[in-house]
Every structure is written in structure tokens, then in C-alpha cells.
């Protein structure tokens, strides 16, 4: 079945600094890859989303590329800043099941000032 | 437009005892699901109805959980007994499928549940 492997944290940064998170996935189908992200007390919300190959969603400062050559997903942002501490989850729906979507087991990032 | 909305926010119940949980997905969304996150493990699905039919239960861990989406709005999670395993963060989510953009899931803010 559909797997959605991504980087374990806690991944602690100074502000400013540069941010990658990686992800990665194994799927059957047709996948479309997704960023969410839950910040402290809150629920889940939309980060960003690819609906096809070398697609780039970006968001808040945040980009991330699907890149079907190497079933990635990797979510970057230039400068983070102390608001962004939060989970990040990585999360793949596939046509061919069902549209179900399945998370990876979400990097919590902490931003120090 | 609302969002997902989700109720109880939180709820502290003993062991036991019975919680049920609702969800409303957003106006229009055929499709709703539950998903679950225990303490810092990942988020896993639950089930997925559509309109009012189950179309996935594999998620659903055991016959303590019942769902049910009576006439394809709202949908209730009833654990029934509760078990000290069973404390976590539901969350429901709700989409609309399009065939150009695919399924982006829309999340409500969880509903928190300790069993003590």
C-alpha cells in the first residue's frame, strides 16, 4: 500500500535560519502530495499541495516541490521566524484508493528568537 | 464559508464510559472522514464515508468505535466502551473531489479526548 515517510524531529532552528523538512512516499497510482501543519492548541490546516508532476505549491514563505523522479515532497522555507513552530505533517491522497489520504508521522519544529 | 466544525472540543471521560463525538464537514462536502492522532504518533485514517455510505472502515480499530452519517450531513464517532488506549485527538475532515484538482481534505480542529 501507499507509504508517506518524512523527516523525525523535534528539528530545533534559530530564527532566520533555512528549513527543510523531507518527505517521501511510495504509491501505486496517481498521487497528490500535501503539507499541514498544526500549531500548538490548534487543529490541522492546509499548508500546501502539488496536484502534478514538478509542480511547486508555495504558501506563508513556505515551497515545496513534487518531484515524481525521486517520490518527494521535501518542504522548505528560506528565513523561519518563532510563529512557525508547529507540526508538520506530509500527507498523500491517490486516485486509485479511494482518494484516501495518508500522513506521515509529522517533525515537530521549534523556532528559538 | 464555515469550516469543519467539531464538538465536543474536549472531553475527559473515565474508563468505561461512553463519548460520542460530531462533525460537521463543510456545506456541499460528499465526502467525510475521521481520522485519529494518538500522543506523538502519526495521524491515522479512521474511515471515510461518502454521503452516507461507508465507502472505507479499515481504520477503525475496533468494535468500540462506531460512525454513522445519517442522511450524508453530519457525522457522529461513538466509542462505546472507553479504553485508557483510546485518548488522542480526533479529527474529521471533509472534500469535494474534483477531477482537475483531485481531493484536498479540509480539517476541523479536532476534538480531544483524555480517558482517565
Known amino acids: 500500500g501507499n507509504s508517506v515517510t518524512q523527516m523525525e524531529g523535534p528539528v530545533t532552528l534559530s530564527e532566520e535560519a533555512f528549513l527543510t523538512i523531507n518527505c517521501t512516499y511510495t504509491?501505486?497510482?496517481?498521487?497528490?502530495p500535501f503539507w499541514y501543519v498544526q500549531y500548538p492548541g490548534e487543529g490541522l490546516q492546509l499548508l500546501l499541495k502539488?496536484?502534478?508532476?514538478?509542480d511547486k505549491g508555495s504558501n506563508k514563505g513556505f515551497e515545496a516541490t513534487y518531484r515524481k523522479e525521486t517520490t518527494s515532497f521535501h518542504l522548505e522555507k528560506g528565513s523561519v521566524q518563532v510563529s512557525d513552530s508547529a507540526v508538520y505533517f506530509c500527507?498523500?491522497?491517490?486516485?486509485?484508493?479511494?482518494?484516501?489520504?495518508?500522513f506521515g508521522a509529522g517533525t515537530r519544529l521549534f523556532v528559538k528568537a | 464559508e464555515a469550516g469543519v466544525t467539531q464538538f465536543p472540543s474536549h472531553s475527559v471521560i473515565e474508563k468505561g464510559q461512553t463519548v460520542t463525538l460530531r462533525c460537521d464537514p463543510i456545506?456541499?462536502?460528499?465526502?467525510l472522514y475521521w481520522y485519529r492522532r494518538v500522543m506523538g504518533k502519526e495521524i491515522k485514517f479512521l474511515l471515510h464515508f461518502v454521503k452516507e455510505s461507508k465507502q472505507d472502515e479499515s481504520g477503525m480499530p475496533n468494535n468500540r468505535f462506531l460512525a454513522e452519517r445519517t442522511g450524508g450531513t453530519y457525522s457522529t464517532l461513538k466509542v462505546q466502551p472507553a479504553e485508557l488506549e483510546d485518548s488522542g485527538v480526533y479529527f474529521c475532515a471533509s472534500s469535494q473531489v474534483s477531477l482537475t484538482s483531485g481531493n484536498t481534505i479540509y480539517f476541523g480542529e479536532g476534538s480531544w479526548l483524555t480517558v482517565v
Open positions: 502539488a496536484t502534478k508532476a514538478d
Open positions: 456545506s456541499g462536502h460528499d465526502n
Open positions: 504509491a501505486t497510482g496517481y498521487p497528490s
Open positions: 500527507a498523500l491522497s491517490d486516485r486509485t484508493g479511494g482518494f484516501k489520504t495518508i
